[in-house]
């Protein structure tokens, strides 16, 4: 029983140009999404949310937009960097249990 | 230095041997848990706590056992190690359920021989 799916496991993208990461889900209860960045050898990192009420959210380089009708987000890094190479985890929150839903990652390789 | 710490990095045991996973974080965070990583699998989540004495499974608890005497400190428990549960294992802990982001530890690698 997949809630979240990220379809792509991986992602290759030139220095300087758009990444976009995308994730589909099936619960609609889900009331909070989280996006987390994981380098080797470390423990994932929060990067960016959006609450359910609204359809975009912007930090910097990255946007995430989402799709509730369309059960799905994405995550958009403009541009991207190569220090942006990383595993990139879609993580909706669970409203009824409050219990966060990993995905099971994309990895984003930016080459110069 | 203050945050989330994990020990022991690495470690290689045999089927059958108990092991015993530390994570200590030095915020006074309510919430803490404990997460498996696998190919293929992103991470799942174990056993969370959301304070001291107050624990709950979470997607994979089998053949796991948690504690939590003290708010800071949140060992994880392998009581006899198994093939299947080689993984990289993660801590993690927050400060309340509303916003929901998660402070990760390094990670785990546990192999089981």
């Known amino acids: 029983d997949q809630q979240v799916k990220q379809n792509s496991p991986s992602l290759s993208v030139q220095e300087g140009r758009i990444s976009i990461l995308n994730c589909d889900y099936t619960n609609s209860m889900f009331d909070y999404f989280l996006w987390y960045k994981k380098y080797p050898a470390e423990g994932p990192t929060f990067l960016i949310s959006?609450?359910?009420?609204?359809d975009k959210n912007e930090d910097g380089r990255f946007t995430v937009f989402l799709n509730k009708s369309a059960k799905h987000l994405s995550l958009h890094i403009v541009p991207s960097q190569p220090g942006d190479s990383a595993v990139y985890f879609c993580v909706p929150r669970r409203m009824e249990t409050d219990k966060l839903i990993f995905g099971t990652g994309t990895r984003l390789q930016v080459f110069p | 230095d203050a945050g989330i710490t994990q020990s022991p990095r690495y470690k290689i045991t045999e089927t059958g041997r108990q092991v015993t996973l530390m994570c200590h974080q030095t915020w006074s965070h309510s919430y803490m848990f404990w997460y498996r990583q696998d190919l293929g699998h992103g991470l799942r989540l174990i056993y969370y706590?959301?304070?001291?004495?107050?624990?709950d499974k979470g997607e994979v608890p089998d053949g796991y056992v948690v504690s939590r005497s003290k708010t800071e400190n949140f060992p994880l428990t392998l009581e006899s190690a198994t093939r299947s549960q080689t993984s990289v294992y993660f801590c993690a802990s927050r400060s309340s359920p509303e916003l929901g982001e998660l402070f990760f530890g390094e990670g785990s690698r546990l192999t089981v021989l």
């Open positions: 959006i609450s359910s009420i609204k």
């Open positions: 706590s959301a304070a001291a004495d107050i624990t």
